[in-house]
């Protein structure tokens, strides 16, 4: 079975922290996804990365940075959390076989 | 107007009765994934798929290419079939990104 895992299922920062979610692959997927998902607005894309080192911005990048230093793992930054940012965060991965998601972390900004 | 449009946002139904969800979508896809959230929890790809249809268990997912359209139907609904069902479309441009509809959340009654 692919996992995808992300490292708490549960965070509460307080405005000004840096926070780092970190997101975890078992099946050598090039393509990785941060989302964040908000009532009434679905899924939309932070951030992606098709390679190591590789990466792009997705529909709502602002307020966030990434990291791939291995394949295997792609990390989401928040250089300095606000409230604004409270929401579920997702990381999926994905080949031409599908789409593959992590538990998903609850972040509330406080 | 999203590229990703579900109807209905919520659906309430008795135990054993068809539900029936559509997606439109208005994007080039190579794919269409359904992808089902219980409360609290991550989420869950149930279907991928670019033509025809598609079953497993009471789970049914059809797509029709021409007219961008797929439903995902649950036959014989149980209460443990409540939660929130999301299609998504998959981009043909080869990086897998998902454009998705905002979910329909399924509430069965027993």
């Known amino acids: 079975d692919v996992k995808v895992t992300q490292s708490s299922r549960y965070l509460v920062k307080r405005t000004g922290e840096k926070v780092f979610l970190e997101c975890v692959q078992d099946?050598?997927?090039?393509?990785m996804f941060w989302y964040r998902q908000d009532p009434g607005l679905g899924l939309r894309l932070i951030y992606f990365?098709?390679?190591?080192?590789?990466?792009e911005k997705g529909d709502i990048p602002e307020g966030y940075s990434v990291s791939r230093e291995k394949k295997e793992r792609f990390s989401l930054i928040l250089e300095s959390a606000s409230t604004n940012q409270t929401s579920m965060y997702l990381c999926?991965?994905?080949?031409?076989?599908?789409?593959?998601f992590g538990q998903g972390t609850r972040l509330t900004v406080v | 107007k999203n590229e990703v449009e579900q109807s209905p946002q919520n659906l309430t139904a008795q135990e054993g009765e068809f539900i029936t969800i559509n997606c439109s979508y208005s994007?080039?896809?190579?794919?269409l994934h359904w992808l089902q959230q219980h409360p609290g929890g991550g989420i869950v790809s149930l279907f991928m798929?670019?033509?025809g249809k598609k079953k497993h268990g009471r789970l049914i997912a059809t797509i029709n290419i021409q007219e961008k359209h797929s439903s995902l139907h649950i036959t014989a609904s149980h209460p443990r079939d409540s939660a929130v069902y999301i299609c998504?479309?998959?981009?043909?441009?080869?990086?897998?990104?998902?454009?998705f509809g905002t979910g329909t959340r399924l509430t069965i009654i027993p």
């Open positions: 990365s098709y390679d190591v080192k590789m990466k």
């Open positions: 999926a991965s994905g080949t031409t076989g599908g789409a593959f």
């Open positions: 798929l670019s033509s």
């Open positions: 998504a479309g998959q981009s043909n441009f080869g990086n897998e990104k998902l454009t």
């Open positions: 099946m050598d997927h090039e393509n």
């Open positions: 994007v080039g896809i190579s794919a």
